[in-house]
């Protein structure tokens, strides 16, 4: 189209405006294989391609081996240079200079540049003007209404629930609020496009559209973090769903941020499908050598090895040491272990989760049941019965106490039929000597495995108080299960007291136990490395420098110089001073505040690395840990197609809240799928 012999047969003026500016683009054409040889005097001249380098503007026909001027032979110009074309080459070089000069060359070459950059609606007719006038206003209008959709939707998330955006719910909010803007209401009664704004299709393209633009908002902050952490867990929803989410831990700022990233329905449940699945979901995000830790509770507790998945995610990412994270409670993750190595313990404790259900979830039920205790107070000075966390201790120390209170519900006036229905069932639980025997047992268990995380979610812990705490643990453990032959017998008060088979099961959730423990503190090499800036130690270090901490450290973390670090923190254990709080945080917040970032180069590098580490003592504020708001949030029953979407509303909501321009890039996104361009995108 940009070729000599095209233009020559074609009055360019005459083209479409489109062809037009599609040739300017194409610019001219300098053919590679041209050739012009020139003779005379003796003396043979050919056509050096270079000249098409020094003149933009320069172009060639082949056919009729001669130069021609690219914005002359689409305006008009000197006919040498539009028609014949030149071959002097033995003039060339003042040729090309002259016509440079002429006024022709110089209007075409202006109005080649100028065109397309004049204002299309005025060079357009009046009708078609009108047309893109009404065209944006239109447009405007609807952008407007998608932006107060996406207002009502985030206001749907900051409930936290699915069920807040329930179509019924979503469209009683948002005729809510139109009775307070006259241009809204307008626009929903009078335009078809919206009138099913609850309809579940729109809201579901909506809610991608949000989380799409989210997703890209959390990987731009990623491209400018320098570690970042994985957290993972097993969720169940409200349909008894299975899901692992994925939550991402990383600085910004010098603040640690813990984002949700998604949720992810596994289907290969062994250890290398979970170790895929969690690669597949990091891979887009291109954090090779920035993955330096790696947790797992649930997910990697019930279905495959905790090592066997860290083994195959440290192939891919080789700085991603498990750690044991803090928001993990350890009770749960031991407790899926049990269910899962034993079909008897997952019959008990689904046994026992019925207790929780029955007496947790009715005022008056709770009620009978603390009447019941207080009339035995004399015999057991026991507080009322815990069944949100303690419900196997609950269970065997209060069991005489549930037995009244089902005889009661049972027995006496004003109880419906269901609740007389379940009063049974968990009646007959309690004369089950194999269910009281494995109440017995988790009741000594798990206050071992509470006295353990207590230690673990001190902030003032040690590597020395852990390793101390973890042997503790397991010596006790050990003896519980040398007993656990006293404990398999038949639960009854009678004197006749009949051996069962749960002992060999007893043994086994403690082999079990005591197995994950070791995989999730095996050394605990990372909270040795936590010490070297442990503000709390500097005293200490100051006269005895702390070498084995170093050694941990080089060995864990090579992107920290050795050397380096080691003469930065020689220096920094003199200046206590610089110790403003007892968290690593103020003391990296300390040091900028000092200028000191460059100084200390090394030091804040480690202090990044243990911060984002997502163990005991690297985060300030626990309560407000993602991964427990992921757990609550998951107990919604919804679609795998919206979950991702809603989790991000009800978890991120105070984020997506503070982004610039959320809302207009959520709409460009939304204009952008299937056929709404020619309602939602202006004309220019």
Not at 104 to 119: A, F
Request: proline share 3%.
């Amino acid at each position: 189209m940009n070729h000599v012999d095209y233009l020559s047969t074609v009055r360019f003026s005459t083209l479409p405006i489109k062809q037009q500016l599609e040739i300017k683009h194409l610019g001219p054409h300098q053919p590679d294989e041209l050739v012009i040889i020139q003779e005379g005097n003796g003396k043979k001249r050919s056509f050096n391609p270079e000249w098409f380098y020094r003149k933009s503007w320069l172009t060639a026909s082949i056919s009729k081996k001669a130069l021609f001027c690219f914005p002359c032979l689409l305006f008009e110009g000197e006919s040498v240079w539009t028609t014949t074309g030149f071959t002097d080459l033995k003039h060339l070089s003042e040729r090309l200079a002259k016509h440079e000069s002429c006024a022709s060359h110089v209007d075409n070459s202006i109005r080649l540049g100028l065109l397309g950059q004049t204002n299309v609606p005025s060079a357009l007719d009046r009708v078609h003007g009108r047309d893109i006038e009404e065209h944006n206003r239109q447009t405007e209008e609807n952008r407007y209404v998608l932006g107060r959709i996406i207002s009502c939707i985030k206001l749907c998330g900051r409930c936290g629930s699915a069920g807040s955006l329930n179509p019924a719910i979503f469209k009683c909010i948002f005729e809510t609020m139109c009775e307070g803007d006259s241009r809204l209401r307008r626009h929903y009664e009078a335009e078809p496009y919206f009138s099913g704004i609850a309809s579940a299709a729109i809201q579901n393209e909506l809610l991608d559209c949000m989380y799409s633009v989210y997703r890209d908002e959390v990987a731009r902050q990623l491209l400018h973090t320098p570690f970042v952490a994985v957290m993972t867990d097993e969720c169940t929803d409200g349909s008894c769903n299975s899901h692992m989410a994925v939550v991402l831990r990383y600085m910004v700022n010098n603040t640690v941020i813990e984002r949700f990233w998604e949720f992810i329905e596994v289907k290969d449940k062994t250890a290398n499908g979970l170790a895929t699945a969690i690669m597949a979901s990091l891979d887009p995000l291109h954090i090779t050598n920035k993955l330096i830790a790696q947790t797992y509770d649930g997910s990697a507790g019930r279905y495959g090895s905790v090592r066997d998945i860290e083994a195959r995610v440290k192939q891919r990412y080789p700085l991603a040491h498990f750690v044991h994270c803090y928001a993990h409670p350890l009770n749960a993750t031991l407790q899926q272990v049990c269910s899962a190595r034993s079909s008897d313990l997952k019959v008990f404790f689904a046994d026992l989760a019925t207790f929780t259900n029955f007496f947790s979830n009715s005022y008056k039920r709770m009620a009978a049941l603390n009447e019941a205790l207080s009339r035995r107070v004399s015999r057991r000075q026991a507080a009322r019965l815990n069944f949100i966390s303690k419900t196997a201790n609950s269970v065997w120390k209060g069991r005489e106490e549930i037995k009244e209170c089902l005889q009661n519900i049972r027995t006496q006036e004003g109880w419906d039929k269901a609740t007389i229905s379940e009063a049974y069932g968990l009646a007959m639980h309690l004369q089950d000597p194999k269910f009281l025997q494995f109440s017995q047992f988790f009741s000594e268990l798990m206050p071992e495995v509470d006295l353990l995380y207590g230690v673990l979610q001190k902030r003032k812990m040690n590597a020395n108080g852990i390793r101390l705490a973890i042997q503790t643990f397991k010596k006790n453990v050990g003896l519980l299960r040398e007993r656990t032959d006293l404990i398999a017998q038949d639960g009854t008060e009678g004197s006749k007291r009949m051996k069962t088979d749960a002992a060999a099961t007893m043994q086994e959730a403690c082999d079990a136990v005591l197995s994950q423990v070791d995989e999730r503190f095996p050394e605990s090499d990372h909270l040795i490395t936590a010490r070297l800036v442990d503000g709390a130690l500097f005293p200490k270090f100051a006269s005895s420098f702390p070498v084995v901490e170093l050694e941990f450290a080089a060995r864990l973390w090579p992107v920290v110089n050795k050397e380096k670090l080691k003469t930065e923190l020689t220096s920094l254990y003199q200046h206590v001073e610089l110790i403003r709080g007892t968290t690593m945080l103020s003391l990296l917040n300390s040091v900028h505040e000092h200028n000191l970032q460059d100084v200390l180069s090394e030091t804040v590098t480690l202090l990044k690395v243990v911060i984002t580490t997502p163990m005991t003592n690297s985060e300030s504020d626990r309560n407000l840990s993602t991964l427990k708001k992921v757990k609550t949030f998951a107990q919604n029953a919804t679609g795998q197609h919206r979950l991702n979407a809603l989790a991000m509303l009800a978890i991120e909501n105070g984020f997506i809240h503070g982004l610039l321009n959320f809302d207009s890039k959520v709409i460009e996104q939304f204009a952008h799928m299937k056929d709404r361009c020619a309602t939602c995108l202006f004309m220019k």
